[in-house]
């Protein structure tokens, strides 16, 4: 007690002196860090692809994984050995994080072949992972779990599935996702589906977002999952803005005019995020936040990204989405898990106008991926009302030719009775 008193009697004193000694004290002296506002609200990541390494260097086999164990200089997870594992409990916990959407993400090669079974395999990883450490992670499916599993000092773990290549166009499994309980999905990975283009494509397009496409936005506003634009070109960030029923989120995506990298987003499409109430989680990726290939990326350009986007459209419309173990390369500085903490510290300190407010602080780290999310229930509450579930089945010839870009041969791998013209006729169907 004696030694609090000593601790607030001193520094008391020493901002009396400062004052008559005319030093300028600093306006924060007495105010919070950055990061304490990941104490009064749950700092929410967009992205992680933990399940993805556990695919890779284990196979799924949760016997050989120690979460709860600092695996920094473990022998398979340790970062000198892996390049793209920055992820366990020790360290989430030191970097506050609240609450985690973990990818089911699988590779683009499984598509038109076995990516609906693998993709099951990932979505089932990731819940015996949330089992497997009740102490520390809690399966969230609804928005208002995410602040009371962070108040219960858990961990709200949700699952996205990363790339629309995962259903397999085919909206009933979609609607089974949902059901396992997957709460977003973004629309395409690094490769184009039959119904939406890809970042890969740049200004030009394939596809767009065809019929079948805006079906699919069309099932995923009835259902309440978010709808995910990471990943999708431009133009297709543009079509589904125009026509979703529910906000969107970018769960893991940064700045288009900060960085000229296709994966971020532009500013138009910035402003119309804004009109939608949507939410832009920042992407941490050194190739996404710095575009200048002669220097290396640091933390103070992530910060760069989060203050552009505030001060273009607003705090309400940023998050944080690192994509952590989904990359090879993280900024100096976001080294790993553990940093989050910084970033919000520096957020802080940023010589921007207006200077950042612990309200703010609070909306990016996690507030307005609830509104968001929130939204998007309430639309599914509403449509409930009048719309039942889409029966739309993609054309066989959207099929066809997206097989022939991918260089599979039409119709191999499906049974599918739709799809039973793939096989009869290659060439009428050009
Ligand atoms: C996991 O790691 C923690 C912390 O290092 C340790 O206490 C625990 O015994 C380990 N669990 C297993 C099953 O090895
Ligand atoms: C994890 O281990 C690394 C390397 O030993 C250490 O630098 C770091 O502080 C540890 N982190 C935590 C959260 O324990
Ligand atoms: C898109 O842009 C990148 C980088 O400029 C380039 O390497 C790639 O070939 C372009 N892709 C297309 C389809 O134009
Ligand atoms: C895609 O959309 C853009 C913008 O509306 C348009 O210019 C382009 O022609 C479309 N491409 C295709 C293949 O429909
Ligand atoms: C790229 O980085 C180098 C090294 O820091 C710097 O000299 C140069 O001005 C930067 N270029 C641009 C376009 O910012
Ligand atoms: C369809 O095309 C594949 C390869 O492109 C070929 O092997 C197959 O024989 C063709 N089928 C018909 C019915 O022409
Ligand atoms: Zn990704």
Known sequence: MLYVNGAVF????????????GLSVPTNFFQTKGSD??????????????AYNLYELLNNNLDEFNFTKNLTDDKLWGTKVCDSCYTDLPRLRKGKLGAQFWAAYVDCSSQYKDAVQLTLRQIDVIKRLVAKYPDDLEFVTEAKNIEEAWKNKKIGSMIGV???????????????????GVRYMTLTHMCNTPWADSSLVNDSSVHNLTEFGQAVVYEMNRLGMLVDLSHVSHNV????????????????????TVCRNYRNVPDDVLHMVKKNNGVVMVNFYSNYVNCNSSRKATIQDVVDHINYIRNFIGADYVGIGADFDGVESMPEGLEDVSKYTDLFDRLYESEVEPRWTKEELEKVAGRNLIRVFRAAEEVRDQLAKTEQPRQDIINARDIYQAEVMSNVQPGSCYTAKEWAPLKLNNNSQQ
Do not use: Q, W
């Open 237 to 256: 960030m543009r079509h589904v803005l125009l026509i979703t029923k529910a906000p969107v989120m970018f769960s893991h995506s940064s700045a288009f």
């Open 162 to 180: 990363e790339g629309g290549h995962s259903i397999d166009s085919s909206l009933a499994v979609l609607r089974l996702y949902y059901e396992l």
């Open 37 to 50: 506002a990941l104490d009064s609200a749950p700092l929410i990541d967009g992205h992680n692809d933990l």
């Open 10 to 21: 001193l520094s008391v004193l020493l901002f009396v002196i400062g004052l008559c000694v």
